[in-house]
């Protein structure tokens, strides 16, 4: 999407390979991705935000609503 790395078109190898080397030679682009996966990572798959959701996703179930 351009905020934390590139889509491409499935299937698409000259899409794919346009955007690994636009990832090769700029350095800033790189650092950037990188920084914003790596804070997507801790706020959004930290033991405690993944613990309420499994929590809650049980308790759906377990109350007979369904889950979309």
Known sequence: N?????IVPQLDTSALSER???LLV???LRRTF??????HALTGWDAS?????HRAHY???SSGTTVS
């Open 2 to 6: 351009g905020q934390s790395g590139f």
């Open 20 to 22: 690994m080397k636009q």
């Open 26 to 28: 700029n350095d800033d």
């Open 34 to 39: 990188g920084a914003r996966v790596y804070a």
């Open 49 to 53: 935000v993944m613990i309420a959701k």
């Open 59 to 61: 308790l759906r179930l």
